[in-house]
């Protein structure tokens, strides 16, 4: 069955996230919530989007006691999310701010995977490779998917098998069924993002996708029941 992934949870019902957003994403039927990561200057994972905070001030530079209430911790986040899987978005990219070559927060995140979720409730992506390689070495039991937007499906999919990786997260207008084939044949599974239109997931479900990562889970939730009941 396909999986309805909340992205940044109930974006539309709430602030992107944020506990509330959380909150409502499990009420509204997600299987999954998709949240965002980064590091304070204090070492604290809070899941945050954007480097720089509405205010302009860098999220590196500041400790955990200057943060909005509205930003939560990991932790907070992943105890919000009792009882849905969490898909963990690791933001180190190389142009980024806030860019740490020692991939600290995948240190973090490794440890706090195994404290709040165990594997087999978490999935930790990036469009870093880089990242993702620190996390597996860190714990090899965490499963992993590649994010991508541009370039060849193929060598994508071919990137995340040989980083031993269990999925691959492609951009939605890049998926058609031989993605999803080859993807398939290769061990991975698929995830797409980010689907907010009922016909384009119907035709994804068509294809076998595994998950499709959306602002409107409770849109989601219905098309899945719906073609699983029918």
Known sequence: ?????????????????????????????????????????????????????????????????????????????????????VNIEIKNLRDDPDYDAAHLVSDAVAGLVQAYLGPERALVSSFNVDALDRLHQVDPTIPLALLYAIGSPASCIDRAVAHEMSAVHPYDPLVDASVVRRAHDAGLEVNVWTVNDAARMEELISYGVDGICTDVPDLARAVVDRIEHS
């Not at 480097?51 to 001030?57: M, N, T, V």
């Open 1 to 85: 069955m396909t999986q309805v992934i909340a992205h940044r949870g109930a974006r539309q019902e709430a602030t992107e996230n944020t506990l509330p957003a959380f909150r409502i994403a499990r009420e509204m039927g997600a299987d999954w919530v998709e949240l965002d990561v980064r590091r304070t200057i204090d070492g604290m994972v809070v899941v945050h989007h954007d480097a720089h905070l509405g205010d302009g001030r860098l999220l590196a530079e500041l400790t955990c006691d200057e943060l909005p209430e509205s930003v939560p911790s990991l932790a907070e986040a992943l105890e919000e999310c009792d009882g849905m899987g």
